[in-house]
């Protein structure tokens, strides 16, 4: 097993893993298929609401399942959940190389609903909170750009093996990706071991292995591993909906942008390379943007780091709002760092915030609720372009949308207790 017999090195080795599972589960069910929609356009004469409906059916299922898998991630692990994972992955890109029909299309995509929730952000943010305590945002940062590398790495495969073989080709192929990530999480993943009860006054000997443990100086320090508070106490507290609404309002806007940004910059001409690359250099952004601000979360106010990453998010949407194409690789650019930062924020504030008790049902019951705005975002902005045959109204409204995200955050606040020993003291004012 890698490095498991260095309690300083491993959990790093973790996060690493974390990233590159996020990668290839991401970059596979998500980021990496608006290449081929022209393929499908072109082939089968399906309009863009069509093929975007799969992206809604597998967030959709991935939200709803979310909870129900969440509590396999908590009983079982992540490891074993993501063996599964990894399977339905290449029997999945299997049957997409073979497509035939629409019904098809959203019956693989059903399925990678289940991919996303056993391999993808929730496993791999408890996998990694796990093994961290005094580093947990840096790691959670380092795990996070996976998303990113999905989207630069995967839409340059693709359109790579369009050109050298065919789209059909290129799926078969790339079930190469979750082949070798099964045999790495079969030979060199272990979970976390559960932390032992500490003594009074003392540390806890047994404790997950910390690469830098010790008291961290901030009011706003991370709930230790294995601590927490339960589900239901999560779900009485106004932070976790406001954190919800966040989520939900942020996952429509990026989603439906980098679903559409292919196409959008196709219908202005650009030849496929390049609009390839500016979904690349987006994803390329969102990865700087979630390493620097997972960095600096760690040593900064992460209340102030969220309310920048969500303005930076906001003038990126003004960007687009203009529908100046000469501006797009600006709006590209700014709307990939903002949403780097609020994607590790985010997921940073939830585990901070609730712990990591029963972190999969807390994530999962987050996840319906984000994933279904994703999947809108990804859906209705192809179906209004459909219905306008322009992507003004869907840029108001991916405005309009991280507005009431930097509202919900004013709602945001730090328990006042972090564990479930003290009942009824679930919020602090102020």
Not at 192 to 212: H, T
């Amino acid at each position: 097993m890698i490095g498991s017999n260095d309690k300083k090195l491993y959990p790093w080795f973790i996060a690493a893993f974390a990233s590159i599972a996020l990668m290839v589960s991401n970059g596979l069910t998500i980021s990496g298929l608006s290449v081929y929609d022209v393929e499908f356009i072109n082939e089968f004469g399906w309009s863009r609401g069509e093929i975007k409906l799969r992206d809604m059916v597998t967030l959709l299922l991935a939200g709803l399942a979310a909870p129900f898998v969440g509590v396999l991630l908590d009983r079982y692990g992540v490891r074993r959940c993501m063996l599964a994972g990894w399977v339905v992955l290449i029997l999945s890109y299997f049957a997409y190389s073979r497509l035939g029909s629409l019904a098809g299309l959203y019956l693989i995509h059903a399925a990678f609903a289940l991919v996303l929730v056993v391999c993808g952000l929730n496993a791999a943010v408890i996998l990694v909170s796990k093994w961290f305590t005094r580093y947990r945002g840096t790691a959670i940062g380092i795990a996070l750009m996976g998303t990113s590398l999905g989207g630069i790495v995967f839409p340059q495969y693709g359109t790579a093996m369009i050109e050298l073989l065919n789209w059909r080709g290129a799926f078969a192929w790339g079930s190469v990706f979750p082949a070798v990530l099964l045999l790495i999480t079969w030979f060199a993943v272990r979970e976390a071991p559960r932390p032992a009860a500490p003594a009074a006054g003392a540390g806890a000997p047994g404790a997950a292995p910390d690469p830098d443990a010790g008291t961290v100086p901030r009011s706003d320090r991370a709930i230790p591993s294995g601590d927490g508070v339960s589900f239901a106490t999560a779900l009485r507290s106004p932070t976790f909906w406001a954190l919800a609404v966040i989520a939900m309002t942020t996952f429509y806007t990026v989603l439906g942008v980098q679903a559409h940004i292919f196409l959008y910059m196709s219908d202005a001409q650009f030849d496929a390379r390049t609009a390839t690359n500016a979904i690349s250099l987006f994803f390329f952004c969102a990865l700087i943007g979630k390493f620097a601000f997972g960095l600096a979360s760690d040593f900064l106010d992460s209340r102030k780091v969220f309310y920048g990453n969500i303005l930076v998010m906001l003038l990126g949407s003004l960007i687009l709002v203009r529908m100046d194409i000469a501006l797009i690789w600006i709006a590209v650019v700014t709307f990939g760092l903002g949403w780097g930062g609020v994607y590790t924020v985010l997921q940073l504030t939830v585990m901070n915030t609730f712990g990591t008790r029963d972190a999969g049902k807390i994530l999962g019951t987050i996840t319906v609720l984000d994933a279904t705005g994703g999947g809108l975002g990804i859906w209705l902005t192809g179906v209004i372009y459909d219905a306008t045959g322009s992507y003004e109204i869907p840029f108001l409204i991916f405005a309009a949308l991280i507005l009431a995200a930097m509202a919900a955050l004013t709602r945001v606040r730090p328990l006042a207790v972090q564990t479930d020993a003290a009942p009824g003291t679930a919020e602090r004012a102020g």
